[in-house]
């Protein structure tokens, strides 16, 4: 029995993670079209005429609100989904909105048992786009889920991943530990979310669609988010023969407002993202011998990775990725005192998470919300990076 899977369900049955809207209509699935075409057109460089005529194949596809869009623009899809009131509405929402005359299948069944269909002489039947978003970091199989998205792809075939990725999900990961340090259970969970990330929660709902008790289900009630560090990510497309053709946000990219896609009608980059730019081909001779930037990053990744895979109630692995995460954040604090321009933002950054630390580890929940109001950069505005979406292409 995946149990993971089981715990995970029973928290989408109650609040259901991928209704984006309060009523289903034409003119929603036309607005939520448009932003889809920006992520692919501008932001990914992924034509949408390539969905044209595809057999499209949707792991984790929910109430099928993407593959639906998908199918408009021109593929067969079939959408496997474990979640049964998911399921059903997907199924409503195809004969509803969905291409006329196309063919499309749909199963209630775990991903990961997924065996697709095959030819006469035994092969198996493969698809031009397989796409997946929002789903294997909730699975405790997140390397065999790339797998299987791989292995169901033709040779040319289109890889469409969205996922968190842990040094984006850092913050976050610090809100599930914060909610879970001074929350007795759920519903306190709940309102204190509300209380602590009022302002964050607002945004995400505003942007996504969703409402704030579905991103408060989602990410902070939800017991699985196992995010792929970027670097571990690359390793494993490039086993599965996954060449890597884009990504959202663009790895080098920067900028914060850039994180805001949904808004932009352009693909030109923000000032920041020049400005980073400039620094890093400004100082390019030096930026291989920068052990010092290198070290930092190394450092980075190793903090956002040590402290990942975050879990309601399971304090005995908690309590020991905090002790690590202290040790790590003061390490990185010591060391970068007067360092690289560029880092001294992190270095502030570093400190408000230690401050942090500091605060739950007492249990002084009173200096807590004056403590969150103040901080210069922890958990304000994106807090972080919740999604990142990748394309390759099966070699
Ligand atoms: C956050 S939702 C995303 C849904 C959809 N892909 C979207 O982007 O709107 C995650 C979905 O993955 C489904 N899911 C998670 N693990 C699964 C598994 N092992 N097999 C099938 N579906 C799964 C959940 O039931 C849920 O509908």
New binding site residues.
């Given amino acids: 029995m995946?149990i993971t899977?089981k715990k995970?369900?029973k928290t989408?049955k109650r609040v259901n993670?991928?209704t984006y809207f309060e009523k289903i209509e034409k003119k929603n699935i036309v607005e939520l079209e448009k932003q889809r075409k920006n992520l692919f057109h501008n932001k990914l460089n992924f034509p949408i005429e390539l969905f044209k005529n595809k057999k499209l194949l949707?792991?984790?596809?929910?109430?099928g609100?993407?593959s639906v869009i998908y199918n408009l623009w021109g593929s067969d899809c079939t959408l496997?989904?474990?979640?049964s009131h998911?399921f059903k509405k997907s199924k409503e929402i195809f004969e509803k909105f969905g291409r006329q005359n196309s063919q499309n299948n749909f199963k209630n069944?775990?991903?990961?048992n997924f065996k697709g269909k095959f030819t006469l002489d035994k092969r198996r039947v493969l698809y031009d786009i397989v796409h997946?978003?929002?789903?294997l970091h909730?699975?405790s199989k997140k390397e065999l889920g790339i797998k299987l998205m791989a292995e169901n792809l033709k040779s040319g075939g289109v890889l469409i991943l969205?996922a968190s990725i842990v040094t984006g999900f850092l913050q976050r990961n610090l809100q599930r530990y914060l909610l879970y340090k001074i929350s007795k259970n759920e519903k306190e969970i709940v309102k204190n979310a509300k209380k602590y990330f009022k302002k964050h929660l607002m945004r995400a709902s505003k942007i996504s669609g969703r409402s704030i008790k579905a991103i408060i289900f989602?990410t902070y009630i939800n017991h699985k988010i196992d995010s792929y560090s970027l670097n571990s990510l690359m390793e494993i497309f490039k086993k599965n023969k996954i060449s890597f053709y884009s990504s959202f946000p663009k790895i080098n990219s920067i900028d914060d407002e850039e994180m805001e896609w949904k808004n932009d009608k352009e693909n030109y980059p923000k000032n920041e993202s020049l400005n980073f730019t400039n620094l890093i081909w400004g100082s390019r001779n030096q930026s291989k011998k920068n052990k010092k930037f290198e070290t930092f990053s190394d450092e980075l990744l190793e903090i956002s990775k040590s402290f990942n895979d975050i879990s309601y109630r399971n304090t005995k692995t908690i309590s020991s990725k905090i002790t690590k995460l202290k040790k790590n954040i003061n390490n990185i604090i010591k060391k970068n005192k007067k360092e690289i321009p560029h880092v001294s933002k992190m270095h502030i950054y570093f400190s408000e998470i230690n401050t942090l630390l500091k605060i739950l580890n007492n249990r002084e929940v009173i200096k807590l919300e004056k403590f969150i109001f103040n901080t210069k950069y922890l958990f304000k505005g994106y807090s972080g990076l919740g999604m990142n979406y990748f394309i390759g292409f099966k070699k």
């Avoid at 949707?58 to 109430?63: E, H, K, N, R, V």
């Avoid at 496997?80 to 979640?83: F, H, K, L, R, S």
């Avoid at 997946?132 to 789903?135: E, P």
């Fill in positions: 995946n899977l995970l369900n989408y993670p991928s949707d792991l984790g596809s929910g109430t609100l993407y496997i989904e474990y979640d998911s069944i775990d991903l990961f997946c978003n929002g789903v909730h699975t969205g989602d």
